[in-house]
């Protein structure tokens, strides 16, 4: 099993771009989950799907868009980057919450100029 | 209000010294609490969860309920410890759902 899988790994993009970071699990999880990694900030939860069809927001959902149409893929679209979203992003997976281990990916680090 | 409070950002500690991550939470409930860690170039892993009772890597972390506290301990640190811990705990959130959250991390550098 490959896990939890990410691309790019990294990006660089200029205000006003747009963009979706790919992520994609072989693990048939139900729950799949953005955060991004800034430092002092730890992990903050951007978006987050249970299950096919259903996403909710996190807690720093702005600017950001995701959509869950298989169970494997759930990729995270920047609408309009802006150098605030200048961050490293996570994807994870878990079969569900409630004690659940997350698995994750190697992370996309990205640049917005 | 939820929240997972790490209060060290960084730890520097000498091979051999015992080590103490501290981690305390504020849920209204009975959350699940984990420790992850990330070592260099390394995707988050998870290194323990309260519920298993387990030792990892030497490393222990016990549930105490009435301080609210998830501390991680290692009676003598390696060098292969320095890495960036994370306390995160799992439990349902006022809408239904569950939430995962996550402390905002503490580094470790273990020195030689």
């Known amino acids: 099993n490959a896990g939890v899988t990410q691309t790019p790994k990294f990006q660089v993009l200029k205000t006003g771009q747009s963009m979706t970071l790919q992520c994609a699990q072989d693990?048939?999880?139900?729950?799949m989950s953005w955060y991004r990694q800034d430092p002092g900030m730890g992990l903050r939860l951007i978006h987050y799907?249970?299950?096919?069809?259903?996403?909710d927001q996190g807690e720093v959902p702005n600017g950001y868009n995701v959509s869950r149409s298989t169970t494997e893929d759930f990729p995270l679209r920047l609408l309009s980057a802006a150098p605030s979203q200048t961050s490293v992003y996570f994807c994870?997976?878990?079969?569900?919450?409630?004690?659940?281990?997350?698995?994750f990916g190697p992370g996309t680090r990205l640049t917005v100029l | 209000a939820q929240r997972v409070t790490q209060p060290e950002k960084l730890l520097s500690v000498f091979k051999g010294a015992p080590v103490e991550l501290k981690c305390n939470y504020s849920y209204s409930g009975s959350p699940e609490l984990f420790w992850y860690v990330q070592y260099s170039r390394q995707r988050l892993q998870l290194l323990l969860r309260h519920i298993s009772r387990e030792s990892i890597k030497g490393f222990t972390a016990d549930l105490n309920k009435g301080e609210t506290s998830f501390h991680l301990k290692k009676p003598f640190a390696q060098e292969e410890d320095s890495a960036m811990y994370y306390c995160a705990l799992s439990g349902p959130s006022t809408s239904g759902t569950y939430k995962y959250i996550f402390g905002t991390g503490t580094r470790l550098k273990v020195l030689a």
């Open positions: 994870a997976s878990s079969a569900g919450l409630a004690g659940h281990e997350q698995f």
């Open positions: 693990m048939n999880h139900e729950y």
């Open positions: 799907s249970v299950g096919a069809g259903i996403t």
